[in-house]
């Protein structure tokens, strides 16, 4: 596979991975169709040396490990996210407002309001109902053109080239079509009871989210699609683990609800890792010396997205730093601790890439901006391992539509891969 039809592949993995559901949904039957046995939190796990296995909770956070001879010579891991920004559907979301059926929303996450209005926008998630007596769920995406956010004209609006701030309490509510003043509620519901197959009384409750309809696109050397922040990392690490030649103790860890702090049961925060690891080590009957000496030998690749320079926005970015697009995978480093690279992280994989002629880039933020946060120096501090935090660069990000090199991803694939398949 070369750089384009491996940009294709991350294209039809974000096309098909609407919400955070749908990414780790996916990502579970690629690893079952790679020899990956499902283990379950509430059940006792069977681990065999040189077994493959994942775990996974709330249906949007994943683990999934190979298992060596040796645990206590530790893990290397590669964490990304799943979840992105976008709008999430209240309760009681349907509002009768001047003839159009409205949805009630929420922002989530850091957006970019402006690039969601004008679209053709669906929803997908995941709905809980009862069904003969037992409480059920299911993933839905209502695969149609379903909504939209249009604008206010110019000509009502004539600030809207001059700064105007859209309010997503006032703004920015998704509009489903016309309808007559006596219109009854319960379009919504109807909606999601058809897509599953059930009567419309018995959902319990759901959790959507807005997507784009508007499928990837390749420009050239560069690609077009929305989430490469962070679907981008979750399929370059998710590949790199499923076609490593490896006999180690290698984890993929695909946490939830990075772009809100990471403070949830599927969260950078939660002890979701640490728990796994215990677990695995305890399973293979390690002590809990053995287990923290497995830590202290542990490495962990941080992989979110990094800022590329912008060339009509030049002023944002650190004058000697310049990250260029199909330069290669970047290292994000700041001093105030914002990201965990530090000396020791930096010099493995920079040997690393040099090895297999892979380009490094290095990332600081201006003094006068602050960055965004990652999953690094949360996994890194609650577990006391080493860690970097590096990132694809791309240009338009937490926009609907980001812009990534396609050359970049392919570039990460092969270090994720290589970092796998070598013992240091």
């Excluded at 909770?57 to 999934?64: E, K, M, P, V």
């Excluded at 349907?94 to 929420?106: A, F, P």
């Excluded at 003094?367 to 694809?392: M, Q, R, W, Y």
Aim: proline share 3%; glycine share 6%; with cysteine.
């Amino acid at each position: 596979m070369n750089s384009l039809e491996f940009s294709k592949d991350l294209i039809k993995f974000i096309d098909e991975s609407p919400l955070n559901y749908f990414a780790v949904a996916n990502a579970k039957k690629i690893l079952i169709a790679n020899g990956y046995k499902e283990l379950k939190e509430n059940e006792k796990w069977e681990i065999e040396d040189k077994g493959k296995y994942f775990v996974t909770r709330n249906d949007t956070a994943l683990i999934a490990f190979t298992v060596g001879e040796d645990l206590t010579k530790g893990f290397d891991i590669i964490g990304s996210h799943t979840d992105s920004p976008t709008f999430k559907v209240k309760s009681n979301a349907e509002v009768n407002d001047s003839g159009y059926l409205k949805i009630n929303i929420e922002p989530y996450g850091g957006m970019i309001y402006s690039t969601w209005t004008d679209r053709t926008l669906s929803l997908a998630g995941k709905v809980s109902y009862k069904k003969d007596g037992e409480i059920k769920s299911e993933l839905v995406n209502i695969d149609k053109d379903l909504l939209t956010i249009p604008n206010a004209a110019i000509h009502m609006n004539r600030e809207v080239n001059k700064g105007f701030e859209l309010n997503p309490q006032n703004h920015l509510y998704p509009i489903i079509q016309t309808i007559e003043e006596n219109f009854e509620k319960g379009y919504l519901e109807k909606l999601l009871a058809e897509e599953i197959g059930i009567n419309a009384d018995e959902i319990l409750d759901f959790d959507l989210g807005l997507y784009d309809r508007q499928k990837g696109a390749i420009i050239n050397n560069m690609y077009q699609i929305g989430r490469i922040d962070n679907l981008g990392s979750v399929h370059a690490s998710l590949m790199a683990l499923v076609d490593a030649d490896a006999s180690k103790n290698n984890v993929l860890v695909l946490n939830d609800n990075e772009e809100i702090g990471s403070r949830a049961p599927t969260g950078a925060f939660s002890p979701f890792l640490r728990d796994t690891l215990k677990r695995l080590c305890d399973n293979r009957e390690l002590d809990d010396e053995d287990f923290y000496i497995a830590l202290a030998n542990t490495y962990l690749i941080s992989a979110d997205q990094a800022h590329a320079i912008h060339p009509n926005f030049k002023e944002y970015h650190d004058p000697t730093n310049p990250i260029k697009m199909n330069e290669g995978l970047v290292i994000k480093t700041a001093a105030n601790g914002a990201y965990s690279s530090n000396i020791a992280s930096n010099a493995r994989l920079i040997d690393l890439a040099n090895s297999i002629d892979c380009k490094i880039q290095k990332f600081h933020n201006r003094n006068d901006k602050a960055g965004g946060s990652t999953i690094g120096p949360i996994a890194s501090t609650g577990l006391g391992i080493n860690s970097i935090d590096v990132g694809e660069p791309i240009l338009a990000m937490h926009s609907i539509r980001e812009l990534g090199g396609i050359e970049d991803h392919y570039d990460a694939y092969k270090i994720y891969k290589a970092f796998y398949e070598t013992n240091l």
